[in-house]
């Protein structure tokens, strides 16, 4: 048993939105994902070898890509962002 599997469930993107009552900026270009399906594919489809590369993720927002990245093995990520809400 790794330590990682004692920590607690993270929420759900949709509940961390509810709970900070948070909006997506129009000046900011946000638009946050909300289906984790959809980014699980994005991470597949760009057929990155995540155990062994460097990934530098910008704008991670709420950060549901974020979590799909580390879902498929990342070990180094990076995630740049401009909004101080994140």
């Known amino acids: 048993m790794s330590s990682l599997s004692k920590l607690p469930k993270l929420p759900s993107i949709r509940d961390?939105?509810?709970?900070?009552?948070?909006r997506a900026k129009q000046q900011l270009s946000q638009n946050f994902l909300?289906?984790?399906?959809?980014?699980?594919?994005?991470?597949?489809?760009?057929?990155?070898e995540l155990e062994k590369?460097?990934?530098?993720?910008?704008?991670?927002?709420?950060?549901l890509l974020t979590r799909s990245i580390?879902?498929?093995?990342?070990?180094?990520?990076?995630?740049?962002?401009k909004d101080p809400r994140f």
């Open 70 to 81: 580390l879902d498929k093995g990342a070990k180094n990520v990076v995630a740049v962002e």
């Open 34 to 48: 909300m289906d984790k399906n959809i980014t699980d594919k994005i991470i597949t489809l760009a057929g990155l």
């Open 53 to 63: 590369s460097l990934c530098v993720e910008v704008g991670p927002g709420p950060g």
């Open 16 to 22: 961390l939105i509810r709970i900070y009552n948070l």
